[in-house]
Structures are given as structure tokens and as C-alpha cells.
């Protein structure tokens, strides 16, 4: 059985990335995703090719779980007004060593730093900057030593 918990990804920077705006600074922002659930970050109006964040994002997790699939995907994308957004570039985190971690010492954090973010053709197209946290849910032991009748510390 696997046991949850909470990843938080620190969305940082991007650095030199293509500009698929031929006339006008790229507006870009970030689809991340794991599994089946996505967040998006704020767009970086007219940052062009090196856009910043700093935003913070949380998803639950469980650990292990069914698949070995622990992918964390960003998808950078280029905001257009009157046409459908550009692809920009994505980057992918593989997270099961920071799961692991989380769950042997109870918190595993990974220091904002650079991946590299890759066009559909697998070339190399600039790098985004991205924190990891993750935290386990502490194990409710005391609900199954009780037969599911929790002890109040109230009385």
C-alpha cells in the first residue's frame, strides 16, 4: 500500500529559450504536470526567452504507487492572443529518488536548479530552473491500533 504526500514544485526561471514570435517578445508560461493533474503558472508578458516565476505549486502524490511513473512534466508555452498558444519547449523531473528520500527521512527538499528543456525533436532549447519539496503525511498508526476508533485527546 502506498502512503501520500505533498510535492511542491518551486517554478524559478527559464533561460534562453527559442522565441516563436517572429515580431514580437514571447509571453510564456508553464503547464506542469503530473499523472493526471495539471497546475498553471501566471504568464511572463513580454519575457521573452528568459522568463521568471517564482510561483509554487502542490500536488499529491502517492508513493510508491501503481506505475513507476514518476514524471514530472513541464510544458512551456507561449501565450497568443489571437492564435492558438505556441509550443515552446518541455522538461521533464524523474522523482522517484526524491520520493524515496521523502519517505525514508520524512522531508526531502531539492535546491532550485536547471533542466533542460527540449523541442519535440528531443533538441536542447534553453533550461528552466525548478525546486522540488516533498513531504509524506505522517502514518496515522493510531487509527489502526484502535480498530478505526480514534482516541480524543480532549477528555
Not at 504507487?65 to 521533464?92: C, N, P, Q, W
Request: aromatic residues 10%; contains cysteine; glycine residues 10%.
Amino acid at each position: 500500500m502506498g502512503r501520500s504526500g505533498i510535492l511542491e514544485v518551486q517554478l524559478v526561471d527559464a533561460r534562453g529559450l527559442g522565441n516563436t514570435d517572429l515580431f514580437a517578445k514571447m509571453d510564456p508560461y508553464v503547464v506542469i504536470r503530473y499523472k493526471s493533474e495539471e497546475r498553471k503558472s501566471s504568464v511572463a508578458r513580454g519575457a521573452g526567452g528568459d522568463p521568471k516565476w517564482n510561483e509554487r505549486f502542490t500536488f499529491r502524490v502517492q508513493f510508491p504507487g501503481a506505475d513507476d511513473e514518476y514524471k514530472l512534466i513541464l510544458r512551456i508555452m507561449d501565450k497568443d492572443t489571437f492564435s492558438a498558444d505556441d509550443f515552446v519547449g518541455e522538461a521533464t523531473i524523474y522523482l522517484k529518488d526524491v520520493l524515496a528520500l521523502g519517505m525514508e527521512n520524512g522531508i526531502a527538499e531539492i535546491r532550485p536548479c536547471k533542466h533542460r528543456v527540449l523541442l519535440a525533436d528531443r533538441t536542447y532549447c534553453g533550461e528552466i530552473q525548478v525546486g522540488l519539496t516533498f513531504t509524506p503525511k505522517r502514518e496515522e498508526a493510531g487509527e489502526r491500533d484502535y480498530g478505526g476508533w480514534k482516541h480524543s485527546s480532549f477528555e
